[in-house]
T-cell receptor, first 112, second 112 residues
Framework: QQQVKQSPQSLIVQKGGISIINCAYENTAFDYFPWYQQFPGKGPALLIAIRPDVSEKKEGRFTISFNKSAKQFSLHIMDSQPGDSATYFCAARGSSGYALNFGKGTSLLVTP | SQTIHQWPATLVQPVGSPLSLECTVEGTSNPNLYWYRQAAGRGLQLLFYSVGIGQISSEVPQNLSASRPQDRQFILSSKKLLLSDSGFYLC???????????FGSGTQLSVL
């Protein structure tokens, strides 16, 4: 079953706007939550990651917000640019696991 | 620096034919290695992972197999391809005890 649920499936944002992608998980053993960015025909690349001991992490225009009690985390892209148009995946992993559990992805289109 | 090589980039194979996809990692030793498959709307599905030479864990029973004949070489194989094997196959690696996952550029497999 899908251990990480991601929404929305697709998103259209105007240039300069804020893109928000949400993920939810059930397994409380998860302790590592990365976001990956994938451009067409390429492999995903790590964008930003967070651990549950903090509620927010910011790197440039990208911010992860984490709500441990709700078992939810989200990616915010501030001042979205056309170059941000890509597919974004959230993921989660427990300390005893080897592999990441990925969401189904969000296709983001930033219009000029 | 570490790099991951995956080939071929695209492959068209008839149903019933064999498959061999190869992945190699440079610049690190004893990596964890992974094969993922990406299908439209289904996100990234973990197929196999390996924590050492000759050690393979299968996440999804299917028509595929994996092998790790050398420390930094990971091979995905099939004796007879099915139409349902079509997809984008991604090799990835992570360091021992490191959650960060690094993906190759992928192979687009079309089974006709």
């Amino acid at each position: 079953q899908q251990q990480v649920k991601q929404s929305p499936q697709s998103l259209i944002v105007q240039k300069g706007g804020i893109s928000i992608i949400n993920c939810a998980y059930e397994n409380t053993a998860f302790d590592y939550f990365p976001w990956y960015q994938q451009f067409p025909g390429k492999g995903p690349a790590l964008l930003i990651a967070i651990r549950p001991d903090v509620s927010e992490k910011k790197e440039g225009r990208f911010t992860i917000s984490f709500n441990k009690s709700a078992k939810q985390f989200s990616l915010h892209i501030m001042d979205s640019q056309p170059g941000d148009s890509a597919t974004y995946f959230c993921a989660a992993r427990g300390s005893s696991g080897y592999a990441l559990n990925f969401g189904k992805g969000t296709s983001l289109l930033v219009t000029p | 620096s570490q790099t991951i090589h995956q080939w071929p980039a695209t492959l068209v194979q008839p149903v019933g034919s064999p498959l061999s996809l190869e992945c190699t990692v440079e610049g690190t030793s004893n990596p964890n290695l992974y094969w993922y498959r990406q299908a439209a709307g289904r996100g990234l599905q973990l197929l196999f992972y390996s924590v050492g030479i000759g050690q393979i864990s299968s996440e999804v029973p299917q028509n595929l197999s994996a092998s790790r004949p050398q420390d930094r070489q990971f091979i995905l194989s099939s004796k007879k391809l099915l139409l349902s094997d079509s997809g984008f196959y991604l090799c990835a690696w992570s360091g021992q005890g490191n959650e960060k996952l690094f993906f190759g550029s992928g192979t687009q497999l079309s089974v006709l």
